[in-house]
């Protein structure tokens, strides 16, 4: 590592939004997550990457309060998600992989909803949807069902229903799979913005090597549960001696793109990019 | 937008682990729901319909299929007088369990 990566790792623990220390989970004699730390400063857009079963959903959903780690902490927004799950779960936005959007309501009413049930006071509710509504550029199509809109309308709509609760970090797990160059384009000139605007810190997953290069400040290479290298993408390419993003992912992963992921994990993958197509 | 800063939401969080609170959150979700369920209704009437008798088909069907069946038949003589409660609730609760999810990522 170099002085001006830990310099910014120094940094981001002493003022972290999020920080994973020794974090471990275990699925009876699996072990998906082994002994990870990182951490995330306000503000910032942090990318995980990593081969299929590298165990960066997981992470997400220790962060998420959704999964119990076995072993270590995490804290989000100052909040211990073990101890604290309810606080924690009242700072963050998640737009999980599965497509989260009732398709037999309409765009405004999926917002409608969501900002009920995560408890927006009503007299603020419909304030906070028209800025989602603003920040995802959904005003053409919110009175359509959820089940007619494409794949990149649905990524927006499920990102701005994570807006509502005004989130300090947004959790976004593989945000533009499926989408065509277009729709990923514009979903992330979206999350841009908001980083921009509202200062929201982003910790994002994704295959798209070119897509982590342009958007994130710092990224992890997940490997078999394990964090293989950590940097800013200009980091990692001198670190790795490589050209491209993609040359220091199969470096740091050691080339085992093959091994990770189950049948049933790209049966669902492929089967949500056809809904999202 | 803008992200409201950590202090300010930090009074809000402490009250969060209150009783009131959680089961404000557990109207208000109740709510949210019947609501949504509402809306649905609203966008497609058949469904009223289809909700309601798709419960009685299928204790036609299996009443009548399953009607000698004593083992299944919980002590009543005939099944199907077994069978009417579980269905009627069923159908109380929208038949959820008989019919495909509408929901997009299910």
């Known amino acids: ?277 | 937008m803008s992200a409201q800063p950590a202090s300010v939401r930090a009074g809000s969080l402490d009250a969060a682990h209150g009783l009131a609170v959680r089961a404000a959150r557990l109207r208000d979700g109740t709510t949210a729901m019947a609501w949504a369920e509402l809306r649905k209704l609203h966008h497609d009437n058949l469904d009223i319909f289809t909700r309601s008798v798709q419960p009685l088909l299928w204790l036609f069907i299996f009443g009548t299929a399953l009607r000698r069946n004593h083992v299944l038949s919980g002590g009543y003589h005939d099944y199907r007088a077994y069978l009417a409660p579980g269905v009627m609730a069923q159908a109380a609760h929208r038949g959820d369990l008989l019919r495909p999810r509408r929901h997009l990522g299910a």
């Open chain 1, 1 to 277: 590592m170099t002085a001006l990566a830990r310099e910014v790792e120094e940094r981001a623990v002493a003022e972290r939004v999020l920080g994973v220390e020794d974090l471990v989970v275990r699925f009876g004699e699996v072990e998906a997550v082994r002994g990870i730390s990182f951490a995330v400063s306000p503000g910032e857009s942090f990318g995980l990457l990593g081969p299929n079963g590298a165990g960066k959903t997981t992470t997400i959903r220790v962060l998420t309060t959704l999964l119990r780690p076995t072993a270590g902490s995490a804290e989000v927004a100052g909040h211990d998600v073990v101890r604290d799950g309810l606080a924690v779960r009242q700072s963050i936005g998640y737009v999980p992989q599965a497509i989260s959007i009732d398709g037999a309501l309409t765009a405004r009413e999926n917002l409608e909803f969501y900002g009920r049930v995560t408890g927006v006071p009503r007299r603020e509710r419909g304030e906070r949807i028209d800025q989602a509504v603003e920040a995802m550029a959904l005003g053409t199509f919110l009175d359509r069902l959820g089940r007619t809109l494409s794949g990149g309308m649905l990524r927006r709509l499920e990102i701005a229903t994570a807006l509502l609760a005004r989130p300090q970090v947004l959790f976004l797990d593989e945000p533009t799979l499926g989408l065509d160059p277009t729709a990923r384009r514009m979903v992330w000139d979206r999350l841009e913005l908001l980083r921009e605007e509202a200062g929201t810190t982003i910790l994002v997953t994704t295959h798209q090597m070119e897509e982590a290069e342009r958007q994130c400040d710092r990224i992890a290479i997940m490997n078999l549960g394990s964090i293989a290298a950590t940097g800013s993408p200009e980091e990692l390419r001198e670190q790795f001696e490589a050209d491209s993003l993609e040359d220091v992912f199969t470096a740091a992963t050691g080339g085992t793109l093959e091994e990770g992921g189950s049948f049933r994990d790209v049966r669902a993958t492929r089967k949500r990019s056809r809904r999202l197509a």
